[in-house]
Nanobody
Framework: VQLQASGGGLVQAGGSLRLSCTVSVPTFSRYVMGWFRQVPGKEREFVASISWSGTRRDYGTSVKGRFTISRDNAENTVFLQMHSLKPEDTAVYYC????????????????????WGQGTLVTVSS
């Protein structure tokens, strides 16, 4: 299973970015997908999670109301739309996949995810 994240970059505070993560697996629709972020010297932080069909979503407290996770099962891709970005959103963003969850589940725990992408850097300038 390979995850390829893209879409990171430099943006001014208040701006928007959309991250994408494409997963090379034939049964993508059976994976719970998540986004996490990490700043050097800090623990990986939960950002968002989405269930198999996309009907359930969960968000970290610091991004709720500003970020939206979505997925396109036909394209094996999960997205993270980020609005109203703040300098404290600066981090490496990782997508992750969990193939042991059941339908309707989401997860905010990094240890639940078996597969991880390489990360994409988001830098928000003030």
């Amino acid at each position: 299973v390979q995850l390829q994240a893209s879409g990171g970059g430099l943006v001014q505070a208040g701006g928007s970015l959309r991250l994408s993560c494409t997963v090379s697996v034939p049964t993508f629709s059976r994976y719970v997908m998540g986004w996490f972020r990490q700043v050097p010297g800090k623990e990986r932080e939960f950002v968002a999670s989405i269930s198999w069909s996309g009907t359930r979503r969960d968000y970290g407290t610091s991004v709720k109301g500003r970020f939206t996770i979505s997925r396109d099962n036909a394209e094996n891709t999960v997205f993270l739309q980020m609005h109203s970005l703040k300098p404290e959103d600066t981090a490496v963003y990782y997508c992750a996949a969990d193939d042991n969850a059941v339908s309707g589940a989401v997860s905010n725990t990094a240890q639940r995810y078996e597969y991880w992408g390489q990360g994409t850097l988001v830098t928000v300038s003030s």
